[in-house]
């Protein structure tokens, strides 16, 4: 495979990558406006905020200023904290999901990796196979059940860990 196929073949992913965000951002916007008693309902909108979000305004260009807004990464008010902008609560949470994203690659990489070598070291020994279905288990529950299992037993019944928030800074 020479550099030249490898330079093409990312030049053609992402040449595609942006008709498919575009596919992906006009479904989003659809569904969002096919929701009848969403936020964006007309019984739910005062006119002030019918004009900050152009409502008013015919389906195909509310599509161009949400697209403007997804491109230019400026993603309009926070309809929940009147004054603040929902890129200033990203921002505000952008510590803590990368702390906590950081957080859950170390268990990962920590119990993975060494579970990983500890059944590579014996194919098929009784320790190969724990850990095989051990790790099948892993990615065959869902998420959801996962996280309640983590909240009881570490979280209730260990107490190492708060069940929910994030603990503010003293």
């Given at each position: 495979?020479?550099?030249?196929?490898?330079?093409?073949?990312?030049?053609?992913?992402?040449?595609?990558?942006?008709?498919?965000?575009?596919?992906?951002?006009?479904f989003t916007?659809?569904?969002?406006?096919?929701?009848?008693?969403?936020?964006?309902?007309?019984?739910?909108?005062?006119?002030?905020?019918?004009?900050?979000?152009?409502?008013?305004d015919p389906?195909?260009?509310?599509?161009?200023?949400?697209?403007?807004?997804?491109?230019?990464?400026?993603?309009?008010?926070?309809?929940?904290?009147?004054?603040?902008?929902?890129?200033?609560?990203?921002?505000?949470?952008?510590?803590?999901?990368?702390?906590?994203?950081?957080?859950?690659?170390?268990?990962?990489?920590?119990?993975?990796?060494?579970?990983?070598?500890?059944?590579?070291?014996?194919?098929?020994?009784?320790?190969?196979?724990?850990?095989?279905?051990?790790?099948?288990?892993?990615?065959?529950?869902?998420?959801?059940?996962?996280?309640?299992?983590?909240?009881?037993?570490?979280?209730?019944?260990?107490?190492?860990?708060?069940?929910?928030?994030?603990?503010?800074?003293?």
């Amino acid at each position: 495979v020479s550099e030249v196929s490898i330079v093409a073949f990312v030049l053609r992913r992402v040449f595609w990558s942006i008709p498919v965000l575009l596919i992906v951002i006009l479904f989003t916007f659809l569904l969002v406006r096919a929701i009848a008693t969403g936020p964006f309902a007309p019984q739910n909108q005062p006119f002030g905020e019918r004009k900050e979000f152009h409502l008013d305004d015919p389906w195909y260009e509310q599509y161009a200023f949400y697209v403007k807004g997804v491109f230019t990464l400026d993603l309009g008010p926070f309809r929940i904290y009147p004054g603040r902008s929902v890129n200033d609560n990203i921002a505000g949470q952008y510590p803590n999901s990368m702390l906590l994203g950081l957080l859950a690659f170390s268990w990962a990489v920590g119990i993975g990796v060494p579970a990983g070598i500890l059944a590579a070291l014996r194919p098929g020994s009784v320790r190969d196979v724990v850990l095989m279905a051990l790790s099948s288990l892993g990615f065959a529950l869902p998420n959801f059940f996962v996280a309640t299992l983590l909240i009881y037993y570490v979280a209730l019944r260990l107490g190492w860990v708060p069940t929910s928030g994030w603990p503010e800074e003293p």
